[in-house]
């Protein structure tokens, strides 16, 4: 549904990633890790516009879409919910998930923000209040819930996990599971919260120094030595802990 | 200071109102576009002055009568504001904010130099059906021209707030100029967006022309005049806040017109400048301080 092909972009003179195919099938829950600086933000920047590739391609649904405006793409069905919670500040909650539906034409607009609401209850009572003024928590409900009334065809989640406390976090996955499974909407989840990602993701992808260095179905990802030891933390071997700083990253 | 009547005291202050209006609506201008790209249009005076003389060509000219002068003036101007995002701004997107600023100055005084080889540089007067014996209200006299930029004044922010507040265009606007990448990923058209923004900008511009045209002579250096005491006002208001604009040009059109009246000569102008530093020391943030701190 989404490919990714060989995708070079630059900030500047600075290459950001270098080379990076990734594939997201319908349906499906897509993950993509990696440490700070690795070149996930910049990915999905690439796909929804945001940046244009120096090198490779990016298409959707069979249709090349390199380098279109980012609201062409959004209008196309793919929805990026940016790290950090960009909401409109001094919008109300209401005004924020109408602008998620501004390429919608305005049927089924009640239904959809009912749909949201039922979603994040916690909106709904807050529908009124200038969404500067909402808790982290709920500005982060707020950006998913806005991309939502996009009626997406694939979800960009950029780390939506971030500063939330990990009940939070465990809600937010939950919803991003219910999402997927009763709504249809295919995701492609950029994380650190590895274990959260590796937990609801069907496949994965890891990225370090703009390169992707490791791609498996989750279930194998998480088996890596690699993977426990760098983004679950855990300790490989006995009691005593030995750890591999010496050793080197194999990917393998 | 002297003794001051009731009627000259009206008479200040509905004459301080209007000139502060119009400082206000020029102001807007400014404000409008600095919310939606972040760039501070200098010539905005200038091409306020371009719409006067474009109104005056139409009326003396042509010798079109009012009504039309007024709707062709708006349009043409608008269309000005489309053609110079197009071809003057929209490359500069992404360069450095001094640059743009430059850049602005620059089209500032290319304006002028233009329209004083085209118009001359002598001061040419522009008349309305209104323009008509002053309205005699016991003591105080009051010009039909002021009452007029005060009325619309009115009309244009309310129809502004009610675009900006209940229209889906106008909310989309205000969203791309809180975060522009935000309303580009909900599929705003965010460079559409600027270029209606600087079409409003100055067909804004062309409707203070319209007013200021009667109230003063008309001459190229008017918009560079009239849009550094709008820059002033659009400080005094709080850069970047819509109702600071209108608010701080009526304040300095008060104080300006009352001081001129107390100490005579040019302390009126100067007063608008000091109050400027006044508020620099004071309240740098504006009458009406918009409260975000910007995100590193």
């Not at chain 1, 995708?7 to 349906?27: F, K, L, N, Q, T």
């Amino acid at each position: 549904m989404l490919e990714v092909r060989n995708v070079e972009s630059y900030y500047g003179p600075i290459m950001a990633i270098r080379g990076v195919s990734i594939d997201v099938e319908e349906g499906s829950i897509v993950t993509l890790l990696g440490a700070n600086g690795a070149g996930k933000t910049t990915v999905l920047k690439t796909i929804s516009g945001a940046l244009e590739p120096q090198k490779g391609s990016v298409s959707f649904e069979g249709q090349d879409v390199t380098a279109k405006e980012p609201d062409i793409i959004a209008r196309r069905g793919v929805a990026h919910v940016p790290e950090g919670r960009e909401v409109f500040p001094f919008l109300s909650t209401e005004e924020n998930l109408r602008m998620g539906a501004y390429t919608q034409r305005s049927t089924g607009l009640t239904d959809d923000l009912e749909t949201v609401y039922g979603y994040f209850p916690q909106l709904h009572e807050h529908r009124k209040l200038a969404a500067g003024f909402l808790s982290g928590g709920q500005q982060q409900m707020l950006a998913i819930g806005r991309a939502l009334m996009l009626r997406p065809k694939v979800m960009l989640l950029d780390e939506p996990s971030l500063g939330l406390s990990p009940r939070l976090v465990h809600e937010i996955a939950e919803i991003v599971v219910r999402l997927n499974e009763e709504r249809g909407v295919t995701v492609l989840l950029v994380e650190q919260n590895a274990k959260m990602a590796l937990g609801i993701a069907r496949y994965g992808y890891i990225m370090e120094s703009g390169r992707v260095v490791m791609e498996d179905s989750t279930e194998r990802l998480a088996q890596s030595t690699d993977v426990q030891e760098f983004y679950l933390g855990m300790k490989a071997g006995g009691v005593r802990g030995r750890r591999r700083w010496k050793k080197r990253k194999t990917w393998r | 200071m002297d003794f001051i009547s009731l009627g000259t005291f009206v008479q200040l202050l509905v004459t301080g109102i209007s000139h502060g209006c119009l400082y206000g609506l020029v102001a807007l201008g400014f404000v409008l576009i600095y919310k939606a790209t972040e760039m501070v249009n200098f010539a905005q005076g200038d091409i306020m002055m371009w719409g006067a003389f474009i109104a005056f060509t139409l009326a003396s000219t042509y010798g079109l009568s009012y009504i039309p002068v007024v709707i062709l003036t708006i349009f043409v101007m608008a269309m000005f504001g489309l053609l110079l995002e197009r071809t003057i701004i929209r490359p500069m997107i992404g360069e450095p904010p001094f640059a743009v600023l430059m850049l602005t100055i620059g089209l500032g005084f290319v304006l002028r130099a233009v329209a004083g080889m085209i118009w001359g540089h002598d001061e040419k007067e522009f008349d309305t059906p209104y323009s008509v014996d002053p309205l005699i209200l016991g003591e105080v006299s009051l010009d039909y021209e002021q009452l007029v930029v005060v009325g619309c004044t009115i009309v244009l922010c309310l129809g502004l707030y009610v675009f900006l507040r209940f229209t889906r265009f106008g909310v989309a606007m205000q969203a791309a100029s809180q975060n522009q990448l935000a309303a580009a990923y909900v599929g705003i058209p965010v460079k559409g967006v600027v270029a209606i923004t600087w079409c409003l900008s100055t067909a804004i511009a062309a409707v203070a022309a319209l007013l200021v045209a009667p109230l003063q002579l008309i001459y190229p250096g008017i918009g560079f005049v009239v849009g550094i005491k709008a820059f002033v006002a659009a400080i005094v208001g709080g850069f970047g806040n819509l109702s600071g604009a209108l608010i701080g040009g009526i304040c300095i059109g008060i104080v300006e017109q009352f001081v001129g009246y107390a100490f005579e000569g040019a302390y009126g102008e100067t007063s608008v400048y000091v109050l400027l530093l006044l508020m620099l020391f004071v309240r740098p943030q504006g009458l009406i301080a918009t409260i975000q701190r910007k995100k590193v």
